[in-house]
């Protein structure tokens, strides 16, 4: 109200961080967070400018209307920093505790990647020279986005390669780039005045209602912090890196994951980020190490910090002595020489040394990725995440493009193998562009998985439709996400049906997902009327102990070893077992070579795995006896914990 009596153009900015605001806007204040005792600059442009400035800071140091000697008795109550009662084993030593997020090993140095900016100046100095400055910047953003997409494309990661296409789109995009003009010619420097302009939209879109511009938020988000990169001389993210790099960062995305330099970034370290997150099941399908939920200190090592990175027993060291790189190189070589073991055999069946065979699957999320299971000796595929295929989609696929899709993944893994198509898994943490969503207050707990589909009955039928197209191209199974109850099956069901006799294909088996609690607990009653469980323990583990899959702080408790999700594999495999059926995994925990002989002694008969982990799971079947299995799954079924059930392991 103060800097509203004035011509001048007011700006608040802390010293040292990028908060800044304009004086006459109250959401840009309240972003400032500032407390009490927090210094402010206060800076004015016009006419007035010195009035402006003396009453304003006046005004400020009066305590704007609040009693001071009040607020800081308030303040004084702030809760202290404390460690918490139940918690990470954290710093021992010179070495860092994590959680496994992707499976391996690296020695590498550490690179940080922040996405906070550096402080830059507001004013510009010469409009001719801002502008000169933005639009250098903008065309080199353009340049090496340009750059990205092509990688993206020869790599065969076309889904990626097309949300960086639509990221250049942005870079022409004019409610930006004239926003950004007129900042200049109203005497902001380059760096300001894009600054404000896609900032403003960020939280325009952030704020709205629709998903689909609610998505784009992050994706301007996205482009802008390029291009102040530019701006400002800083590395961004998609610039190399030094060889044999562990990148840290506050947490990744997913589509941060597949633009990472990947010939010379050996493991990713986040402080925050969650151990099934989608991000994590692309930094394994991409083989890179990767551990989660690290404590922030390691923010205080310098950059080029030599560590090893083992992401298997969830341990950064730090500065390790000459020996230990030794000792690892040896490990990292005798699991390199037993991977080339086990690939020698990675197209032979996985069979106990009692003669029980277990199906050895992939889980996939691409034609490509069906094609690469396939030469990784996949018995089959246990779970198509059909939704990665549209994730970055703004308009629906249509039937052909479905269709076309499907065949490809089917005669990917080869006509002859079996490959388990699940419907459209969104919601949650998975929203889908194309598809508008009201925002809820519990995405995980709200529409999602199969309750989208039955709500939605067109969006399923065209998928389901598109599968039975595309069937002779090889031998799917149908299988529904997210299934919490028998009327939501059989209704998912009824359509399947419906759909197949109109399309003439010979039966087809419908499975579903046991991921809720409620199924594990009635998969006596689901398996009279399914022909096969996969459960998935990434959410099964998250609803049984009530703890997001995604949470930075819960990560290390989200284990799906935990003895009462374990008592729920149980259930479900005994269940079908009763009724001729049989009960695969495809969670996460199907990948974790340490846990096969107790899910196989639960009496789960398939495990589908990410790729790169495929012959290791099958080698390790190959080890183990089932009565052994069977006991200690017993053994595992009578611990308190996730932790004594991970100690039997060891
Ligand atoms: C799971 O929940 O375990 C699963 C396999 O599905 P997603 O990870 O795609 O949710
Ligand atoms: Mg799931």
Redesign the pocket.
């Known amino acids: 109200a103060v800097a509203k009596r004035f011509n001048s153009v007011v700006i608040l900015t802390i010293p040292g961080t990028e908060r800044t605001s304009l004086a006459t806007s109250v959401t840009g204040i309240m972003g400032l967070q500032t407390k009490l005792n927090t210094t402010l600059l206060v800076t004015a442009t016009g006419a007035d400018a010195s009035a402006a400035l003396s009453e304003l800071i006046a005004a400020i140091e009066a305590g704007l209307g609040e009693d001071v000697n009040q607020t800081t008795q308030a303040d004084d109550n702030e809760f202290p920093e404390e460690p918490p009662l139940l918690s990470l084993d954290d710093a021992t030593g010179n070495s860092l505790k994590g959680v496994k997020a992707a499976p391996g090993i690296a020695v590498g140095t550490l690179e940080y990647r922040h996405k906070e900016l550096p402080s830059f100046p507001e004013q510009g100095i010469n409009i001719n020279d801002e502008t000169a400055q933005l639009n250098y910047a903008v065309s080199q953003t353009k340049k090496s986005l340009q750059q990205l997409v092509e990688k993206l494309a020869q790599d065969k990661l076309a889904t990626q390669a097309e949300v960086f296409s639509a990221h250049l789109e942005l870079l022409e995009d004019p409610a930006i780039i004239n926003t950004a003009h007129a900042n200049i010619q109203q005497g902001l420097s380059a760096a300001a005045a894009w600054h404000r302009a896609y900032s403003a939209e960020v939280k325009t879109l952030a704020a709205v209602e629709s998903p689909l511009l609610r998505a784009r938020a992050s994706d301007i988000e996205d482009v802008g912090y390029r291009v102040m990169c530019n701006l400002l001389g800083i590395d961004d993210q998609t610039q190399s890196v030094a060889k044999n790099t562990v990148l840290v960062m506050k947490d990744i995305t997913p589509s941060e994951v597949v633009s990472l330099d990947r010939e010379n970034v050996v493991g990713i370290i986040t402080t925050g980020g969650g151990s099934?997150s989608h991000a994590a099941?692309l930094a394994g399908s991409l083989n890179i190490p990767y551990l989660v939920n690290v404590s922030e200190s390691i923010t205080k090592q310098a950059a080029g910090t030599r560590v090893i990175l083992n992401a298997n027993k969830g341990t950064v060291v730090l500065n390790p002595s000459d020996e230990d790189v030794v000792a690892f190189n040896n490990l990292q070589q005798a699991l390199r020489d037993q991977l080339a073991q086990a690939k020698l055999d990675a197209n032979k069946p996985a069979i106990t040394t009692d003669g029980t065979v277990i199906e050895v699957a992939a889980n996939v999320g691409s034609v490509d990725d069906a094609i690469a299971a396939e030469q990784a000796g996949a018995d089959g595929i246990g779970?198509v995440?059909s939704e990665f295929l549209y994730l970055d989609r703004v308009s629906e696929p249509s039937l052909e493009e479905q269709t076309k899709v499907y065949q490809g993944i089917l005669s990917g893994i080869g006509a002859q193998r079996s490959c388990i198509i699940r419907t459209l898994?969104v919601g949650g943490d998975k929203p889908l562009a194309y598809l508008p969503m009201a925002a809820e207050e519990n995405p995980f707990l709200g529409e999602r998985g199969i309750r989208v589909g039955l709500n939605r009955p067109h969006i399923l039928r065209k998928q389901v439709r598109a599968i039975m197209n595309a069937a002779s191209a090889g031998k799917p199974r149908i299988m529904f996400?997210m299934i919490a109850s028998l009327e939501e099956f059989r209704a998912a069901k009824q359509l399947v049906l419906e759909e197949q006799k109109l399309a003439d294909v010979t039966a087809i088996e419908i499975g579903i997902?046991i991921?809720v609690p409620s199924a594990a607990l009635l998969a006596d009653q689901f398996a009279k009327e399914v022909d096969f469980f996969s459960i998935?323990?990434?959410?099964?583990t998250q609803y049984t102990l009530a703890m997001d899959r995604g949470h930075p702080k819960l990560a290390a408790q989200v284990d799906a070893l935990h003895p009462a999700v374990l008592r729920l594999i149980a259930t479900t495999a005994k269940a079908s077992v009763a009724q001729g059926k049989w009960t695969g995994i495809?969670?996460?925990i199907a990948s974790d070579v340490s846990a096969v002989p107790i899910l196989i002694g639960l009496g789960v008969t398939e495990l589908s795995a990410s790729i790169p982990m495929l012959a290791l799971v099958k080698e390790k079947v190959r080890s183990l006896d089932l009565a052994d299995c069977r006991r200690l799954a017993q053994a595992a079924l009578s611990k308190g914990t996730a932790a004594e059930v991970r100690a039997l392991l060891d």
């Open positions: 099934t099941i779970l995440r898994d996400p997902m991921e998935g323990t990434n959410d099964l495809c969670g996460s």
